[in-house]
């Protein structure tokens, strides 16, 4: 994994957590001061990590990582899809202009679970901590964060999916991607989605949804013409494998719960709320 320092996503991200848990504990109206205090930092150091961060101060971001951000969420950007896609909203709303295409391996291809498949692999610094990334040729297939779980874990979960699959270690030749997928440099980021075919049609739904929006499995679940099959949508859209890029953390319930997430709620929240602040910045 790339070290880690102090100007790097990976640290900015393990202040921000450290911060959500005082939040949790104290609630929103804990102070500047006392948020700095709890993590043993001076107060102007700890409004720079923060700015630097997601380009808003502290207090301002406070309201991003409250347990009723999701609710305001729909409240003020429920997205629904069909709009969304007829007015290109996707594109236009994505992080640093982003770049997105995408192709799907064959059912048949899928049923032999990455056989004959070579995928590259590597750790890197995120915005949301040591993210394990994955691609073939074609493009990424696989990111997993691993701020919530070991390294051996987040391996094991992704590997599984394709078991049959050639694993190399090979961070350098996934580097341009990555560092286009996070924003640290400009590029067009292919996506290689590897799944049923349910599953791609709920994957490649997810990803109309603007950055700084939200939608529900509900709604995914009429915009690929299954409106039953909530359960269905709500199972495939846990078993997305490139989290971030396909927005499953856009997913929200009805209520305005978070819902699932894969690799932890911690981490979706912070993913929803930076990309709020950046929305609003």
């Known amino acids: ?48 990590v923060f700015s630097r961060w997601v380009g808003v101060s502290p207090k301002r971001y ?72 994955m691609g073939t040729e074609k493009g990424l297939c696989g990111i997993g964060f691993g701020s919530e779980c070991t390294e051996a874990e987040a391996m094991q979960d992704l590997t599984s999916r394709w078991p049959n699959a050639t694993y190399v270690e090979a961070p350098d030749r996934l580097d341009p991607w990555v560092r286009a997928a996070f924003g640290q440099a400009e590029g067009d980021v292919p996506l290689f989605l590897i799944g049923a075919p349910f599953q791609i049609k709920v994957w490649e739904a997810l990803m109309q949804i603007p950055s700084g929006h939200v939608t529900t499995y509900s709604e995914i679940a009429e915009f690929i013409g299954h409106p039953k099959a909530v359960r269905a949508v709500g199972t495939a859209v846990g078993r997305n494998p490139i989290s971030y890029l396909i927005p499953c953390h856009r997913a929200l319930r009805k209520s305005g719960g978070l819902g699932g997430y894969h690799w932890g709620l911690p981490v979706k929240r912070s993913i929803l709320a930076w990309e709020s602040a950046r929305v609003e910045a």
């Open 62 to 133: 406070q309201q991003y990582l409250t347990l009723g951000h999701a609710k305001a969420l729909l409240a003020e950007r429920f997205t629904t899809l069909e709009t969304a896609h007829a007015a290109g909203l996707s594109g236009g709303g994505r992080l640093h202009d982003l770049f997105l295409r995408w192709e799907a391996m064959s059912p048949g291809d899928f049923a032999r679970k990455g056989e004959g498949l070579t995928i590259f692999w590597g750790w890197f610094d995120s915005p949301f901590g040591p993210a394990l990334v």
């Open 1 to 48: 994994m790339q070290a880690m320092t102090e100007d790097t996503h990976g640290y900015h991200f393990h202040v921000m957590r450290r911060a959500l848990d005082v939040i949790d504990a104290s609630g929103p109206a804990v102070s500047l001061d006392d948020l700095a205090a709890q993590m043993n930092m001076s107060p102007a150091h700890f409004q720079r």
